[in-house]
C-alpha cells in the first residue's frame, strides 16, 4: 500500500497515529540535524519530520532527498511544537515524525521553479506542462474545469435536456470559418472534416423529436489562434429546443448563467443581477461593439444633427458625406499630453486619421478644435455630455463603421487605461436583432451571420424591399466585452430558407447540394426550433481571471498551434500518407 | 406559445383545463365523422379528438392533417368515454376535445414507417436518421446513453476523479491501430493526429500530480469496421490513478459497474453477483478467448496424456509434435447430421481440419472415430468429462494456439445456436496476467499488448532468460464475451522501460523520439500509476441488447464507415487541399 491518508487530510484528531503518505517533496529545511519536508499532493501539504535520534535510518534517506523526488514515508502524526502550527493549512497543527523513508522515484532538476511565482515563460512552462500542473494555479484551473463541466452538465440534464454526442467525423461545410479535414483510408480521395459546431446535427436532432437537447460539444476551426481563441480546438455547451420563442431561450441562458456563478464563482457578482439588452443596433450606437463591455458606462452620444452646418470643417465634411458625429465622456482623469497621443495611437490603429479632443479644466474646456466651435454647439455638448472639470470629451467624425469601430477601441483602451471595469464584476449583456445581409462592396447580399435564422417578422419578412433592414432572430450574449453566446431562432420554413440563399445569389440547388441533410429533413415535419452555444472555455477563462485563453486546458497549444510537448504537428512518413490516397505538394 | 404542456403529461387531474400542444400527427382515425389523431412528442402520445359539431374549423384543420405533420393544438382535457381508457399510457384516461388547429409544418410521406417494426433497411433508416430517431426503441437508446454518460461522470466525480479534456489534436504514435491523420495549414508538410485514446495525457497528468483522473474520451482509430466496433470514432470511460496496485484498480472498476448496473440497468443482473478472475493462462485453457463468455460452462479439459500414445493418430500425432488434445462436454443436444456440420464448418473455418465428436446415446457412445480409442481413454473421457447420455463432446488436437481458437469459436458458435447463455445476465471476468511479450515468426521478440506495463515481478522481471514468460500486471475486463475494458498498472521506471524496448529491438533513442514526452517526464518524480479504460459504446451495446454497435450512436457511421444523411467522407475541391500542402495522389 502506498498511503493511509493523503497530504491534505491530517489534523489534531489523528494525532498518535501510524499513516503512510506518499507525494512530492516540495521543500526541505534543516534545523540542528533535524529534517522537515514538506511532503505535497494535489490535496495538500504535510509537514514531514526526520530526527536521526528518533530513527537514524529514515534521516539518511530523507538525507538523499531532492525537490520533487517522489517518496513513500511511514510514521506517526504529533502535534506541531507551540508557535509552529499555521492555521493557512489544514494540516497545519500536526507533522509527522517519520519512521520510514522510500524512494519511490527521483527527479532532475526542473527547469523551473514548481511554485505561482515561477518567471517561466510560456513555452518553457509549455513544454513540461506536466511539471507546470504541479503548480497551484495550474491545478485550480484543471479543478475548476471539471467542476464547471460537472454543473453544466448536471444543470442541463436536471432541466430536461438530453444530452447527445454528435459526430466529430463529419462533413465538410461551405459556411463559417475553414475546417480541418481528415484524409479517408477506405474511401481515397475524400476526406472527413472535424465540424465547427454541431449545428446541423443539433437541427436534425429536433427535426427528429429530441426536444431539448444539449452537449459540451467540442468544435474545430482552422483560424489563427488569438488571446480568446484557443486554436484547433475549443469547447461549446450547444443547446437547441423545440417549440419555443426567443423569450423562453432567453429564459434558459439567463437561468444558467446565473445558476452557473452562484454555484461555482461565488466571489464574482452580476452587475445589478440582471440581464441587460440592446438590439445590435442599440449597442453599435452606444458602445461602438456587438460584445459591448457595460462594466462601466462611457457611452456614445450621437451629434450628427448638431454639426450639420458646423464651422469645424472635418465634422461638417463627416456629415455632408453621410457621415455621423459621435462623442463620448470620459469623467474626472487628467490625461497628459503624452497620454492623450497613446490613446490617439489606438484610434488611428483602428482606422481614423485621428482623435479630437476637448479637456474640461477649472478654468473652462481647452482644445486645439474649440476655435472652431460656435456657441450652440458647445451648448449641444454641455446639454447631451454634461462635462465638469476634469472630465474630457472624444470625438469620432465620418463613416458610421468607422466611428463606431474607432470610439468602440478608445472606449476599451480607455477602461485599460482607468481601471473603469470592476474586475469581480460579470455585466451581461444581450445583443439581439443582428441585420440577416450586408451588403458588399460590390453592391451583393452576403449573410452577415448565421443563414439558418429565422427573420422577425417571420418568413414574409424575407419580402422586405431593402434586405440590409431584415433583423434575424438572432442574438449575442456579451459578458466583459466578450461574445459567450451565440444563438438563434432557426428558419424552419423550407422555402423561406430557400429565399434567403437566393437573396445572397444562391439557389435552391445550392441548398441541396451543401445542406442535403437539412434539405431532406425539412420536408418531413420539422418544429419550430432555436437555441444557442455558450463558448465554455471562454467563460471559464472569464470566471478564473485569465487574460489568455491557453490558461484554461489542461494541455493547450501554443500561440502557434503547436503542442510543443507532444511536437505536434509533425512530418508523416510519405508511405502512410500513399495509404490515405495524398501526398505533400511539392509546390510552395 | 407553442405549448402549455407536453404530449406525456396531461392526466384525469387536468380534466376541464385548456390546454395547448405541439406535436406530430402519429395515426388519424375516423369514426362516424370525428375524427381521433394520436398526437406524438418524446414525451409520449395524447389523443386529440376533433368534432365537426363541436368546432368545425379545427375539424377542417384537422382532415388536412398527414402523417408527422407538426401540428399545434389547443383544447380543453376531458375523460376518455367509458371503455375507451387506456391503462398502458401515462394519457390513457383523457382526450382532448379540440378548438383550435395550426399546422406548424407539413410533411411528405416518410420513405418507412415511424415505427418499432419497421422493416426499413440500416442504409434507409441512418440516411433519413432524423426519422429513425422518431421511433421509440431509437429514442430510448439515446435516452439510455445521455443517462449512462450522466452516471458514470457522477460517479467518478463523487469518488473524487477529476474530469480532464485531454487534446483532440495530438502526435501521431506508432504504437497501435492506424491514425487518422490531419494536414495543418499553418504548418504546411505536417500532420496532427488524432488520439487511439489519451493514453500518454492521463500518464503526465499522473506526473503532474492529478492523482485520479477520468475522462470519458473520444477515441479515434483507422480500424475497418465491425459488429462491436464503430468507424472512425468511439468513446472510453478512462481512468487514470497514481499511488495504486492492481488490486486497488480492480476495486474501483468493480464498484463501478455494480453501481452502473444497479443504478441504469436494474433489470440485467450480474451473475453470482460477482466479477471471475481468470489468469490469461486459465482463459485460454478452459475458453480458448481471452474475453470469455462466462455465463455458461462448455469448458476445456486437457486430455494430451491421456492420447500421447494414442492409437488414433490425429491425436497421437497432435501430442508428438509438441501439440494438445482438447475436448468439451454439451450437455443434452441431439444434433443432426447437418446440425454436426454446421459446426464443423465453424472449426473449418478457423483452421481446424475438421471437428471430432461422440455422441453418447442412451445405448452407448457413438462416434467415426471410436474404434480408434482405448479402454483407458475412454475412461479417462468419462472421467474428467461425465457424459451422460445426450450429452456431446468435441475435440481439437493439434497446436495450442489452434485448438484454444476452434475450440473457443466452437464453444461460442453453441452459445449461439442453443441458447446456452441467458440474455439477462452479465457475466464479468478479469483476464490477468497477460504476456508481455511475444515470439515472432522469425524468433524475435515484439510488444504482446500494451509496452507501457509493468511486469509482475516489477522492473526485474525483464532479466528473466524467457521473455515470453514474463507477465504483464495488464488486464481485461470481460462481459458476456466482450472486451470492455482494458488496463494496467504502468512501468513508471524510465530505465526499465527502455529495457523493455530494448527487448524488442528498439532501443532509447527510440523511446526518446516516439516517446518524447514521456521520456521527458518520467525524469522528473514519476509516481506509481495505473489505470483502464472502458469500452462506453460496447458497455452500451451490451446493456442494451444490441447485437450491432452502430445502434448506439445518435448519428451512426455506416458499415463501410461512411455516414450516408451528410454524405461524409466527400470530395474536397483541389484549392482548399493547397492551401493545406496536400494533394491527392494520382498513383492507385
Not at 474545469?145 to 430536461?160: K, L, P, S, V
Not at 427535426?207 to 459540451?216: A, E, L, P, T, W
Not at 441562458?253 to 452557473?260: C, G, I, P, Q, T
Request: aromatic share 10%.
Amino acid at each position: 500500500m502506498h498511503r493511509t491518508h493523503t497530504c491534505g487530510e491530517l489534523t489534531a484528531a489523528h494525532i498518535g497515529q501510524e499513516v503512510t503518505l506518499s507525494g512530492w517533496v516540495a521543500n526541505r529545511r534543516d534545523h540542528g540535524g533535524i529534517i522537515f519536508i514538506d511532503l505535497r499532493d494535489r490535496y495538500g501539504i504535510t509537514q514531514m519530520v526526520f530526527d536521526p535520534q528518533d530513527n537514524e535510518s529514515a534521516w539518511k534517506v530523507a538525507d538523499t532527498f531532492r525537490s520533487e523526488y517522489v517518496v513513500k514515508l511511514t510514521g506517526k502524526v504529533r502535534h506541531r511544537p507551540d508557535g509552529q502550527t499555521n492555521p493557512a493549512l489544514v494540516t497545519g497543527e500536526i507533522e509527522i515524525i517519520t519512521l520510514n523513508a522510500e524512494i519511490l522515484a527521483e527527479s532532475k532538476t526542473p527547469p523551473f521553479e514548481i511554485s505561482d511565482h515561477t518567471t517561466a515563460n510560456e513555452e518553457i512552462r509549455f513544454k513540461h506542462r506536466y511539471l507546470d500542473i504541479r503548480r497551484t494555479k495550474v491545478l485550480e484551473n484543471i479543478k475548476f474545469r471539471a467542476i464547471m463541466n460537472h454543473f453544466t452538465r448536471n444543470w442541463f440534464t436536471t432541466q430536461g435536456f438530453t444530452e447527445v454526442q454528435t459526430p466529430i467525423f463529419t462533413v465538410s461545410s461551405p459556411e463559417g470559418a475553414r475546417d480541418f479535414l481528415i484524409p479517408s483510408r477506405l474511401h481515397n480521395g475524400k476526406f472527413y472534416a472535424l465540424p465547427q459546431a454541431p449545428q446541423q446535427y443539433k437541427q436534425l436532432l429536433m427535426v427528429g423529436g429530441i426536444d431539448k437537447y444539449f452537449q459540451i460539444a467540442p468544435c474545430f476551426r482552422d483560424e489563427d489562434p488569438r488571446a480568446d481563441r484557443h486554436s484547433c480546438e475549443f469547447y461549446q455547451i450547444d443547446c437547441e429546443m423545440s417549440f419555443v420563442e426567443q423569450e423562453d431561450i432567453f429564459q434558459v441562458a439567463e437561468s444558467f448563467v446565473k445558476d452557473l456563478i452562484a454555484g461555482v464563482s461565488p466571489e464574482k457578482h452580476i452587475r445589478e443581477n440582471k440581464i441587460y439588452r440592446f438590439t445590435h443596433k442599440e449597442a453599435k450606437n452606444l458602445y461602438g461593439s456587438d460584445k459591448p463591455d457595460v462594466r462601466f458606462d462611457l457611452h456614445f452620444e450621437d451629434f450628427t444633427e448638431d454639426f450639420r452646418n458646423s464651422g469645424f470643417s472635418v465634422f461638417q465634411g463627416a456629415v455632408a458625406t453621410g457621415g455621423v458625429v459621435k462623442a463620448m465622456k470620459l469623467e474626472n482623469v487628467a490625461m497628459s499630453r503624452s497620454e492623450i497621443d497613446a490613446i490617439t495611437t489606438v484610434a488611428q490603429a483602428n482606422g481614423a486619421k485621428g482623435l479630437a479632443y476637448i479637456i474640461y479644466e477649472a478654468e473652462g474646456p481647452r482644445s486645439p478644435i474649440l476655435k472652431f466651435f460656435s456657441e450652440a454647439e458647445m451648448k449641444a455638448l454641455e446639454e447631451k455630455l454634461q462635462p465638469k472639470a476634469g472630465d474630457m470629451i472624444f470625438f469620432g467624425a465620418g463613416e458610421y463603421a468607422l466611428v463606431t469601430k474607432v470610439l468602440g477601441a478608445v472606449r476599451v483602451a480607455l477602461r485599460d487605461k482607468y481601471n473603469l471595469a470592476d474586475k469581480s464584476e460579470l455585466a451581461f449583456a444581450w445583443v439581439t436583432d443582428f441585420p440577416m445581409f450586408e451588403r458588399k462592396d460590390d453592391g451583393t447580399l452576403d449573410f452577415e451571420h448565421n443563414p439558418f435564422s429565422m427573420p422577425h417578422g417571420g418568413a414574409t419578412a424575407f419580402d422586405n424591399p431593402e434586405p440590409t433592414e431584415i433583423h434575424g432572430m438572432q442574438y449575442d450574449l456579451a459578458c466583459n466585452g466578450y461574445e459567450v453566446l451565440s444563438g438563434s431562432i432557426r428558419n424552419h420554413d423550407l422555402k423561406a430558407l430557400v429565399k434567403a440563399f437566393e437573396m445572397v445569389g444562391k439557389g435552391e440547388e445550392e441548398v441541396k447540394d451543401k445542406f442535403g441533410a437539412m434539405y431532406n429533413a425539412f420536408q418531413f415535419g420539422v418544429p419550430p426550433h432555436g437555441g444557442f452555444a455558450f463558448g465554455f472555455d471562454r467563460l471559464l477563462m472569464i470566471l478564473k481571471d485569465e487574460d489568455n485563453i491557453r490558461e484554461v486546458y489542461a494541455f493547450p497549444k501554443s500561440g502557434k498551434a503547436e503542442d510543443v510537448m507532444m511536437n505536434a504537428p509533425s512530418v508523416i512518413d510519405d508511405a502512410d500518407l500513399k495509404v490515405l490516397g495524398i501526398e505533400v505538394r511539392d509546390e510552395v
